[in-house]
Each structure stands twice: as C-alpha cells, then as structure tokens.
C-alpha cells in the first residue's frame, strides 16, 4: 500500500504537473529556501538520482 502511494507521488506525469502548477501560481521559496527556478535546474542536475531513489 505504502508503496502505490509513493509510487504515484513520485510518477513523473504527477511531478510535473505539480511544478507547473507552482510556477504557474509563482509559488514562493520552500523549506529548503529554493526559489522555482532554483528547483527546476536542481532537477535537471540530479535527475538520475531522484529516480533512482524513488525506484
């Protein structure tokens, strides 16, 4: 169960839609003081890990 959950979370079709919608609402810096764009080049930098963990 707890797997299906993170499993979706963390489906990239779910990500991505949710950091659309945060920078499409100009969302503010989170608690790790990162602004959007911040995160945006942050992903695109450790992509192979983040979906390594989430596997």
Do not use: C, H, P, W
């Not at 839609?17 to 608690?31: D, E, L, M, Q, S």
């Amino acid at each position: 169960m707890k797997k299906n959950i993170i499993t979706k979370i963390l489906d990239r079709d779910n990500l991505n839609k949710a950091f659309k919608n945060v920078k499409a609402n100009k969302g503010t810096r989170g608690i790790d003081d990162l602004s959007i764009d911040e995160t945006a080049e942050y992903i695109k930098g450790n992509k192979a890990t983040i979906v390594f963990i989430s596997q």
